[in-house]
T-cell receptor, first 118, second 115 residues
Framework: DGGITQSPKYLFRKEGQNVTLSCEQN?????MYWYRQDPGQGLRLIYY???????QKGDIAEGYSVSREKKESFPLTVTSAQKNPTAFYLC?????????????????FGPGTRLTVT | AQSVTQLGSHVSVSEGALVLLRCNYS??????LFWYVQYPNQGLQLLLK??????LVKGINGFEAEFKKSETSFHLTKPSAHMSDAAEYFC?????????????FGRGTSLIVHP
């Protein structure tokens, strides 16, 4: 069964600690994304990667870091520099633009990780 | 630049009534458009997508949306609401920006269904 997994579902950390959120997909998608979701603000893009070993900053990258060493994995680290890290984090994947002649593809989302920092 | 506006952060309907969730987009080129649904504490799931084929798009769970270029709209409808439709709905637009088609999401509309 293909899909995206995020772990853990709930995560609690003390202020000042870095924390890494896991995202794994077995859909053979090249593109992967990280979003932050806060009530009433929709989804805001943190980072995205369209190919292994390459990634780009999104709209709110400050205080976050990512790596893309494998096609299947795109972990997100929330650093102590992130001023307000408590949020719901969503990982997604998609086919890259241009595959099969189309320019854009729908995204497949993981179940999310709710991070609480106190 | 691309953007999406979802009118109404909350929409309340009675069970069996028409559902209408509004989405207006801004894009300098013909866009790809998507509607996603999110149930509490879950990820998003694709409802339907417009990819420049038919302007009336049918999706899952009885939902459909019509692309209207003249109105830059992509409103989501369902003839008869069911209690299980209560969820958050997101409209997204994807058009080229710097060679990429990274989508932009609206702020979401919470659909409340009354018995």
């Amino acid at each position: 069964d293909g899909g995206i997994t995020q772990s853990p579902k709930y995560l609690f950390r003390k202020e000042g600690q870095n924390v890494t959120l896991s995202c794994e997909q077995n859909l053979n998608h090249d593109a992967m994304y990280w979003y932050r979701q806060d009530p009433g603000q929709g989804l805001r893009l943190i980072y995205y990667s369209q190919i292994v070993n390459d990634f780009q900053k999104g709209d709110i990258a400050e205080g976050y870091s990512v790596s893309r060493e494998k096609k299947e994995s795109f972990p997100l680290t929330v650093t102590s520099a992130q001023k307000n890290p408590t949020a719901f984090y969503l990982c997604a994947s998609s086919m890259p633009a241009g595959a099969s002649g189309r320019r854009a593809y729908e995204q497949y989302f993981g179940p999310g990780t709710r991070l609480t920092v106190t | 630049a691309q953007s999406v506006t979802q009118l109404g952060s909350h929409v309340s309907v009675s069970e069996g009534a028409l559902v209408l969730l509004r989405c207006n987009y801004s894009s300098s080129v013909p866009p790809y458009l998507f509607w996603y649904v999110q149930y509490p504490n879950q990820g998003l799931q694709l409802l339907l997508k417009y990819t420049s084929a038919a302007t009336l798009v049918k999706g899952i769970n009885g939902f459909e949306a019509e692309f209207k270029k003249s109105e830059t709209s992509f409103h989501l409808t369902k003839p008869s609401a069911h209690m299980s439709d209560a969820a958050e709905y997101f409209c997204a637009v994807s058009s080229p920006s710097g060679g990429s088609y990274i989508p932009t999401f609206g702020r979401g509309t919470s659909l409340i269904v009354h018995p």
